[in-house]
């Protein structure tokens, strides 16, 4: 009964003594890990899911749609599975575990009967099946993020890391196609490009070497299913193994300190699992080598750089040593250099056409009479109004506005003969070049009303530039385990010093990280003891370290964290025995803070037509006409009724011209870097996550944060998710949130499940202005989720409920259906039979195919989006849409073929 209860407690590979001398491998004891927790063991795509670097929520800007800082260009790049809008499931498949082997209180698998086999003391032998072992609900789903926009700006992604797991999850389809949970406000995607977990032989058992799942945000925190690492081949054991399970040198060590000096440990013999640790978003294992991908999006409105995205390993290893106090210690240690692309500048220009028939007015006059005024003879004519006359020349060619005026001639001034002989000629006459005379105005501009003869419908134009700068980061990376014959402890070191081509805080950044640079290292301590060293680790240690809550799209100068769990003992016998394992952790680094203005461009009439007259009349006469004209200058009034021997001119046009009203407005943003420091811990059980981060980003408006997050699923295949942070002085990437999720898994077969949900999202305090525009931007949500999973197909339906919660996105319902025909090849499509807001994609698809598949196999995806832009009404009652095609394409590699499982 003990042995088979150890079995299913411990690693199969601690069944398998090597004695391997050249090695311990972690000898044992990392390879023993014994099971603790449904380990968070997504898939390659969920490691890499941009909902674990970017929460996104879409933005109003005064219908102008406003966009994420970074990507945080969305990570989404490191997936072969998948491009668009992906249904986000809050629960993810029940994930049955391996069949494990019977160990004994060491660790050792015990022979029968004496072996005949010249080579082994335990032949190889196929492990037992755990028939009475529960299916778990594996916790490694995507975070919910918002995923369509509700206006015409693309919304900010949350800089904050905090999780927005409003949208309802359901379980993973073929492709790792998640549900969006909310209208996204990315100026070029309705859902965020991300990549999601493959299923294809869904439920399937993850193994132990398959790398953990850290997350960066609040609501990506669950245990993976409780699967143990397949049994690995036996070796011909070169030297005789202890009763602990650990190798013996084949020679007595010589050295004071240490029953096995440190030495290497071969990389084939090391689990990824136990040296896998999230590097500025990129997840990375002893055995990495390079990475590299980029992707570039097209569009009729989008003007965008190329993304890139590399990391190189500059050296790595991995040391081993048993100290003569029985403290088993792993030592691994790494220098990579990081290549990046990252936001610097976004700018979306929006231009209004509205057709508009513009009025003009021409006003022409002159008044001469028998001369009134002091010092001037009485036969003579004089000028009754001043010499005023519009330079044609200076009408403004925007607003069509005269900008100069000339003053020919002063009331009262003697005419010449000549001058009232030529204003007697038909027609106004301003008299001569030598004796100019009279009033001649003329305004091409006196207003407009919409619509002309040509148009009778406002066109808009969208026109979206995002420029990159690059990053360059050089990052040393250690990792030091120690495990006695109780408890296990490890300690976590990264340092990183990153340089932007273009930053703003450039002499402040650097001299942070210069100064970090000389901070220590993290070396646990652990008590040694007579007794040997216990190889059954607590596999929870592992995942406590990854589940970590890291900012996202930020980078790190200095994290230093340290956990603690308590290895597995033969009393162990149920999953609630299992103890938590704890990490704390204090993290320095420089997070993105985006400044965001909205400001007018240029406004003006562009002519469409020529100008014509309307209406013109006008009449000129002396005594013997009906000509009546009054003259006021400066408080004096002059008549035609009490002058003598008068003369008058009066002439007057209505004027008209078709133009085009043309309106710019310009939203931009600008993303600088700025200190950031965090402290954040776990506890992490067999079924829950605990977590809690406190920290301050040093901007020009410091941002304090408190928050905490909990995460359950259960073994019926419960999912339970809820969360809250706070902010002092919130933006609209950094502000405060209520969020919480729940979700059922329905299992039909090893092929097939149903998963119903629903979640919610609290934005309470996202700031409402941008510089003196009221901009109110939706970030909360309501949602229900259904989704089915059968062989290769996986069908979603999402309904959004707006007007529930305040600030809440508009109604939107969205279904979509993925088909995975290879394990290579993954299509998938949706559609939006019903969406309501301003910024929308109605339907989409993409294909994404691997050479092979494996993490880093080749990979090419292609994406397409219809994209529709609903800027409301004009004043003539038109609706106002702009459509348009957004493709996106993708390319990624890298080497080994999978660093992050064996």
């Known amino acids: 009964m003990m042995i088979n209860l150890l079995k299913f407690i411990a690693n199969p590979t601690a069944l398998l003594s090597r004695a391997y001398n050249a090695s311990i491998v972690v000898g044992l004891a990392f390879l023993s890990i014994a099971y603790s927790t449904p380990a968070i063991a997504e898939t390659r795509s969920n490691l890499l899911d941009t909902s674990n670097?970017?929460?996104?929520?879409?933005?109003?800007?005064?219908?102008?749609?406003?966009?994420?800082?970074?990507?945080?260009?969305?990570?989404?790049?490191?997936?072969?599975?998948?491009?668009?809008?992906?249904?986000?499931?809050?629960?993810?498949?029940?994930?049955?575990?391996?069949?494990?082997?019977?160990?004994?209180?060491?660790?050792?698998?015990?022979?029968?009967?004496?072996?005949?086999?010249?080579?082994?003391?335990?032949?190889?032998?196929?492990?037992?099946s755990v028939s009475d072992l529960p299916e778990t609900t594996s916790l490694s789903e995507t975070p919910n993020r918002s995923t369509s926009a509700t206006n015409l700006e693309p919304s900010s992604q949350n800089l904050a890391s905090e999780p927005q797991p409003t949208e309802p999850q359901s379980t993973n389809n073929p492709n790792g196609l998640s549900?969006?949970?909310?209208?996204?406000?990315?100026?070029?995607?309705?859902?965020?490009?991300?990549?999601?977990?493959?299923?294809?032989?869904?439920?399937?058992?993850?193994?132990?070497?398959?790398?953990?799942?850290?997350?960066?945000?609040?609501?990506?925190?669950?245990?993976?299913?409780?699967?143990?690492?397949?049994?690995?081949?036996?070796?011909?054991?070169?030297?005789?193994?202890?009763?602990?399970?650990?190798?013996?040198?084949?020679?007595?060590?010589?050295?004071?300190?240490?029953?096995?000096?440190?030495?290497?440990?071969?990389?084939?013999?090391?689990?990824p699992f136990t040296t896998t640790l999230p590097l500025n978003d990129i997840p990375i294992s002893h055995l990495t080598e390079w990475e590299f991908s980029g992707f570039h999006t097209f569009a009729d409105t989008t003007d965008s750089d190329i993304f890139l995205n590399g990391t190189l390993k500059l050296?790595?290893?991995?040391?081993?040593?048993?100290?003569?106090?029985?403290?088993?210690?792993?030592?691994?240690?790494?220098?990579?250099?990081?290549?990046?692309?990252?936001?610097?500048?976004?700018?979306?220009?929006?231009?209004?056409?509205?057709?508009?028939?513009?009025?003009?007015?021409?006003?022409?006059?002159?008044?001469?009479?028998?001369?009134?005024?002091?010092?001037?003879?009485?036969?003579?004519?004089?000028?009754?109004?001043?010499?005023?006359?519009?330079?044609?020349?200076?009408?403004?060619?925007?607003?069509?506005?005269?900008?100069?005026?000339?003053q020919t001639s002063q009331v009262g001034e003697v005419l010449k003969p000549e001058t009232l002989a030529f204003m007697q000629l038909p027609g106004f006459q301003g008299g001569t070049s030598s004796q100019p005379i009279g009033v001649d105005?003329?305004?091409?501009?006196?207003?407009?009303?919409?619509?002309?003869?040509?148009?009778?419908?406002?066109?808009?134009?969208?026109?979206?530039?995002?420029?990159?700068?690059?990053?360059?980061?050089?990052?040393?990376?250690?990792?030091?385990?120690?495990?006695?014959?109780?408890?296990?402890?490890?300690?976590r070191t990264i340092r990183g010093f990153t340089l932007f081509v273009d930053d703003e805080n450039r002499w402040l950044n650097t001299a942070i990280q210069a100064g970090a640079q000389i901070l220590p290292d993290v070396i646990p301590d652990l008590q040694g003891s007579k007794n040997p060293v216990n190889t059954n680790i607590n596999r929870n240690l592992f995942l406590a370290a990854n589940n970590t809550r890291l900012p996202s799209s930020s980078f790190?100068?200095?994290?230093?964290?340290?956990?603690?769990?308590?290895?597995?003992?033969?009393?162990?016998?149920?999953?609630?025995?299992?103890?938590?394992?704890?990490?704390?952790?204090?993290?320095?680094?420089?997070?993105?803070?985006?400044?965001?203005?909205?400001?007018?461009?240029?406004?003006?009439?562009?002519?469409?037509?020529?100008?014509?007259?309307?209406?013109?009349?006008?009449?000129?006469?002396?005594?013997?006409?009906?000509?009546q004209l009054f003259s006021a200058v400066n408080q004096n009034q002059y008549s035609t009724a009490n002058l003598q021997n008068f003369?008058?001119?009066?002439?007057?046009?209505?004027?008209?011209?078709?133009?085009?009203?043309?309106?710019?407005?310009?939203?931009?943003?600008?993303?600088?870097?700025?200190?950031h420091l965090s402290f954040t811990g776990n506890w992490t059980g067999g079924e829950d996550i605990l977590r809690y981060y406190t920290g301050v980003i040093a901007s020009e408006k410091p941002k304090l944060y408190l928050g905490a997050d909990y995460t359950r699923n259960t073994l019926n295949n419960w999912s339970f998710r809820g969360g809250a942070i706070g902010y002092l002085n919130p933006d609209r990437d950094y502000y405060s949130q209520l969020w919480g999720s729940v979700a059922k898994t329905f299992p039909f077969s090893r092929q097939a499940n149903l998963t119903l949900s629903t979640g919610f999202n609290y934005a309470l305090d996202r700031e409402t202005r941008i510089g003196d525009v009221l901009s109110i931007s939706p970030a909360s949500e309501v949602a229900v989720s259904a989704r089915v999973n059968w062989g290769i197909f996986s069908l979603g339906l999402t309904n959004y409920f707006g007007d529930i919660l305040p600030n809440s996105y508009d109604d939107r319902l969205l279904a979509e259906l993925t088909i995975r025909p290879l394990s290579t090849l993954t299509l998938s499509g949706y559609i939006a039979p019903i969406d309501k807001n301003s910024t929308r994609s109605l339907y989409g698809a993409s294909v994404s195919w691997q050479l092979e598949n494996n993490y880093n196999s080749p990979t090419l995806s292609l994406n397409w989006q219809n994209k529709q832009y609903d800027y409301g009404d004009d004043v003539l009652g038109n609706r106002l849409l702009l459509n348009d095609n957004v493709f996106t394409i993708l390319f990624r590699i890298g080497s080994p073929a999978n660093p992050l499982s064996r």
Do not use: H
């Open 315 to 406: 050296n790595s290893r991995v040391s081993e040593s048993l100290s003569r106090n029985n403290i088993y210690r792993v030592d691994q240690k790494g220098t990579y250099f990081q290549l990046r692309t990252v936001p610097l500048e976004r700018t979306i220009t929006t231009t209004t056409t509205a057709p508009q028939t513009m009025t003009g007015l021409e006003i022409q006059m002159s008044l001469t009479g028998a001369c009134i005024f002091p010092n001037t003879p009485s036969d003579q004519q004089c000028t009754y109004t001043p010499g005023l006359v519009i330079d044609r020349n200076s009408i403004d060619p925007e607003f069509f506005v005269p900008t100069r005026v000339f």
């Open 179 to 271: 549900q969006p949970s909310a209208p996204s406000t990315d100026p070029d995607y309705i859902i965020p490009p991300r990549s999601a977990p493959s299923v294809s032989d869904l439920p399937q058992a993850t193994p132990l070497s398959e790398t953990p799942n850290w997350s960066t945000s609040a609501t990506n925190l669950e245990p993976s299913s409780q699967n143990l690492a397949p049994e690995p081949e036996p070796t011909k054991p070169p030297s005789t193994n202890n009763p602990n399970g650990l190798p013996q040198p084949s020679a007595p060590s010589t050295d004071p300190d240490y029953i096995i000096p440190p030495r290497i440990a071969p990389d084939e013999k090391l689990s």
């Open 647 to 675: 003369y008058a001119q009066v002439y007057l046009s209505f004027l008209q011209q078709d133009v085009n009203f043309v309106r710019e407005s310009i939203y931009g943003e600008k993303t600088s870097y700025y200190p």
């Open 53 to 128: 670097q970017l929460d996104s929520s879409a933005a109003s800007v005064s219908d102008l749609p406003e966009t994420s800082p970074l990507s945080e260009t969305p990570n989404w790049f490191t997936s072969a599975t998948k491009l668009e809008p992906s249904s986000q499931n809050l629960a993810s498949e029940p994930q049955p575990t391996e069949p494990q082997s019977t160990n004994n209180p060491t660790g050792l698998a015990q022979p029968s009967a004496p072996s005949t086999d010249p080579d082994y003391i335990i032949p190889p032998r196929s492990a037992p």
């Open 441 to 491: 105005f003329y305004f091409p501009n006196s207003g407009a009303y919409p619509g002309n003869s040509q148009s009778q419908k406002t066109k808009v134009e969208r026109k979206e530039e995002v420029d990159y700068t690059i990053a360059g980061t050089v990052s040393r990376v250690r990792q030091v385990v120690k495990a006695n014959d109780r408890e296990a402890v490890l300690g």
């Open 556 to 627: 790190t100068i200095y994290s230093a964290g340290l956990g603690r769990a308590e290895s597995l003992t033969p009393n162990v016998t149920s999953l609630s025995q299992v103890p938590r394992a704890n990490y704390n952790s204090l993290w320095l680094g420089l997070s993105p803070v985006i400044d965001r203005n909205i400001e007018d461009g240029r406004t003006f009439y562009d002519p469409t037509g020529p100008q014509v007259t309307l209406v013109g009349a006008g009449a000129e006469g002396g005594a013997n006409s009906n000509v």
